[in-house]
């Protein structure tokens, strides 16, 4: 009869010890790219065991996906992506995997940026401008949004404005409580507390450019990445290569940046810490400016570096195009 009750014993043991296994099992969640993958870490926390296809410092735009990124893929919860046609790749990685779980789209709910054919005057035309006339001109095609390049029907970058960034963070956790109900108490508190840093982010990013007249908040950076920022907070951006790091920079579009920087004395030249900076360092050469820096668009640093995070990155970015727009006053 003692052995019985042993055995009983052992085995309720057993079954307690297999079933808090299980329930401390976290879900397995694949980001597509490092911005998601920090956004999920810090909303899912213990939680949650992240894997981010695209990491630090790697450029989604050229990303090609490998056997092992399918093996991953198969095997997880959750997959969370930023959607506006951002991972070309998906599909095909989606399609070699096998994967049929939830794909999550962070950028649901954003109303997409359109890209607009960029305008370029040639020589002739440009000698035909002069004084106010032409200051105006120019200042009528920059509300316009003339100079962005058009490289398909919408940009994808839209974390670039922390607006976007608190749709992201509420979608991611909004999926995280669908695919694990038994902790969305703990979801909806990270939630809370990450929308709310972001707020406090903008509050204090909106100070910051508002030391900057208006006119003088003008920036070149590698790509066209950073167009949601230029909209939400009256920056105007210009790049010279498209909205993907694959596109090709034209002969006459180089030329033409090179004569606006001189001619609008703008301060703000940055490389990004995804692309070639040699198209850049040209740029900034025959123009006769320096390179500010560089700064984070599609992808966090490493863990030791200073944009190891959405918020850190935000924070980085913005001090570095603040402090070079000043200098330029």
Known sequence: MKSIRQIAFFLCVFLWMTGTSLA???LKVVASFSILGDMVTQLGGDT???????GPDEDAHVFEPSPSDAKILKSADLVVVNGL?????????????GFSGQIVVASEGVTPR????EVHKDAHEEEHHHGDEHAQHEDQEHKAGHHHHHHGDVDPHAWQSLSNGMLYAQNISKALVAA???HAAAYHRAESVYVGKIKTLESWLKEQFATVPKANRRMITSHDAFGYLGDAYGVQMFSPVGVTTASEASAGGVKELIRQIKREKISAVFVENISDRRLIDQIAREAQVQVEGELYSDALSKADGPAASY???FRFNVEKIVSAMRRGL
């Open 24 to 26: 401390a099992t976290p």
């Open 48 to 54: 949650v065991e992240v894997v981010t296809l695209v």
């Open 85 to 97: 046609g951002f991972e070309g790749w998906l599909d095909r990685l989606v399609n070699a995997s």
């Open 114 to 117: 359109a890209m607009v054919m």
């Open 180 to 182: 694990d109900p038994a």
């Open 311 to 313: 918020l850190t990155m």
